[in-house]
């Protein structure tokens, strides 16, 4: 999409089409010829197999929709019976319900690789920024979905975060109940509420497609970042995307869909609450609402707040927060390789991610070696902020950079390049 | 930063046991127990379902639970469907037209007889099991108020699976620790949480007669309608398990091929 293009037509078919509608070109000179650093490691194969995870979430949601009925009478039972009488529907539905969770670990990575090789930084903005903005749809529609089997986690999580909205009561009185009332439809999560989460579960998926869309069209305008976080300086630095990525990627796809397999034949419901096999009843709320796994951190953060409204704001922000990255760091080098601070800080953050989504896990009360969590969770809330917010512009001023190799090709080759640079 | 927290952590930690030891007698903690150890043949990423067990759970669940539990989700065909109980078609037919089903309406378009009895007929193989009580209200009223769970899904449905449902039909007979209350109507097991279960002792030595010379002790008859819920919750699981094996068998060739193709593709390079 930038520089010149090489493609030339094979056959006078694909000359006639290419003077038409220039599609065969535009694959050839994305997927094809596209110059790539050639010091991508493993940590870069996620963008491709985040592709596919979703391919796999809309086809086979394709098939589950094919079977599904949203109505709060019914839909239990479909579901159930999508797992015994569908040919194949457990595998269907497995390869979904895991599939989500797979999606999730995949976009943790890429968003964890993008932060450590400062792939935010100019000229990437953009391309990060649209990727929260895929992330956030994703959350979404992984909160719809899970509400359609109508199981008691389903019901009890839909309401609890609808709810949320009802927190903008402190602000102006009864508009909060007002919002949440016209989103469910009724005055309580029911009927109405499924239909419309289906309709959205439905429709966010494509949205996200044509999001992602966005986000590859905007990384082929300066190319990939690379581990060194260095620019390409000269062809000798870059590999034609075909065949060394298409290779390496499918490999690590491959390696990728090992593990998603392990987990749909022998453990499909390891990422699943087992209250959700009962389904929704609104006249018993379950002991402890747990989100699924993926949301655990925003969970904590929100139930450490004891104001309703500000831990609204503290979750929402945690999200908004990310758009700002690109400006919050302000260090010149982008690659965590060579920032000895911000790498240290960089794992304390992951940390604590991880800390957080702990916190979220345990009911509210819980305690470890007589720590109440929902300290544990203040300071990682704290820290998560402070990490942005505070740490990001500091360090980048602060910090001394190690020493930045001259190119790609001399960090890899480990000679000088033959080639001089610009 | 977390360096920081930690001692933080420490002090307020401190504080609260403080509070505790200082705090009057304790509530008594009724949190469940954890699930009995027991080994079931469908255990493990090979494990199958014991045909024979199945049967003989079966045997108990329409013997002895389903005076109380429905089973909503599984139809009589299910009954002989590979990877599971094993029964001949003519055997579930025969298993389904011991039951009664109410009828379609009748020609007259009647759904009752001259005495106003609900019309009837014998079950076929696509009919599900009938539920023992046509609604909520009237299973609570034949249970002191309890409304005995659904069996279909019972073993997905709760967090130790197999071993649960186990534990808790032989967790009773056991005396209530001391300061323990258990309430009027309600019986004394520790594997439930909170301890008050609505259910009475299910099981009793020789509650069935096993057709294959297997003694039914509680702990038996426990084991099988176990085995035998399991299968209920996952009537697939043999299936999914064999095409689970074949598909890793296929993916670690492929992943192998290319990571062959990989090597070799970039071997130039270096």
Known sequence: ?422 | MMRIAFPYGLVLGGLALGLLASAPALALDTTKLPVKDVQFSFDGPFGTYDQAALQRGFQVYKEVCSACHSLDHIAFHDLDEPGGLGFTEAQAKAIAAGYKIPADPNDKGEITDDKGNRLMRPGILADKFPPPFPNEQAARANNDGNLPPDLSMVVKARDGGAHYVYSIVTGFHMTPPKGFTVTAGKYYNPYFEGWNIGMPPPLTDNAVTYSDGTKATVDQEAHDVATFLAWASDPKMEERKRAGFGALVFLLVLAGLLFFSYRRVWADLH
């Not at chain 1, 390869?95 to 999730?104: Q, V």
């Not at chain 1, 990001?392 to 001399?410: R, V, Y």
């Open chain 1, 1 to 422: 999409m930038s520089g010149q293009s090489t493609y030339t037509p094979k056959s006078g078919l694909e000359k006639w089409i290419d003077q038409r509608l220039p599609l065969p070109r535009l694959m050839h000179d994305t997927m094809s010829t596209f110059p790539t650093p050639r010091n991508l490691n493993i940590w870069y194969t996620f963008g491709g197999i985040l592709t596919f995870c979703l391919g796999v979430q809309i086809v086979t949601g394709i098939v589950l929709a094919m079977h599904y009925v949203p109505n709060a009478n019914l839909a239990f039972d479909s579901v159930e019976s999508i797992m015994r009488d569908v040919n194949y529907g457990w595998l269907v539905r497995y390869i979904h319900s895991t599939g989500a969770s797979m999606f999730f670990l995949a976009v943790y990575i890429h968003m964890f690789r993008g932060l450590y090789y400062g792939s935010y930084k100019a000229p990437r903005e953009l391309i990060w920024i649209i990727g929260v903005l895929i992330y956030v749809l994703m959350m979404a529609t992984a909160f719809f979905g899970y509400v359609l089997p109508w199981g008691q986690m389903s019901f009890w999580g839909a309401t609890l975060i609808t709810n949320l909205f009802s927190s903008i009561d402190q602000i102006i009185p009864h508009l909060g109940t007002a919002i949440t009332t016209w989103l469910w439809g009724d005055f309580a999560v029911g009927d109405a509420t499924l239909n419309r989460f289906f309709s959205l579960h439905y429709l966010l998926p494509f949205i996200i497609a044509g999001v992602v869309g966005l986000h590859i069209w905007a990384l082929h305008v300066p190319g990939n970042n690379n581990p060194l976080g260095i620019d390409v300086k000269s062809p000798q630095d870059t590999v034609p995307f075909h065949p060394y990525y298409t290779v390496k990627d499918a490999f690590y796809l491959c390696c990728f869909v090992i593990v998603f397999a392990i987990f749909v034949f022998y453990a499909p419901n390891f990422f699943g609450n087992p209250d959700n096999y009962q389904q929704a009843n609104p006249l018993v709320t379950p002991p402890d609402i747990v989100p699924e796994w993926y949301l655990l951190p925003f969970y904590a953060m929100l139930r450490s707040i004891p104001q309703k409204l500000i831990g609204v704001l503290v979750l929402v922000g945690s999200l908004v927060t990310l758009v700002f990255v690109p400006w919050l760091d302000t260090s010149r080098v982008r690659s965590c390789r060579f920032r000895p601070l911000m790498k240290q800080f960089f794992w304390a953050f992951a940390v604590d991610c991880v800390i957080l989504g702990y916190c979220g896990s345990q009911s509210v009360d819980a305690a470890v070696i007589g720590v109440p969590l929902v300290w544990v969770a203040r300071l990682g809330t704290l820290y998560y902020f402070g990490f942005f917010w505070v740490l990001m512009p500091i360090i980048g001023l602060i910090e001394t950079p190690k020493k930045l190799p001259a190119s790609i090709a001399q960090s890899v080759l480990g000679e000088p390049a033959a080639a001089p640079a610009e």
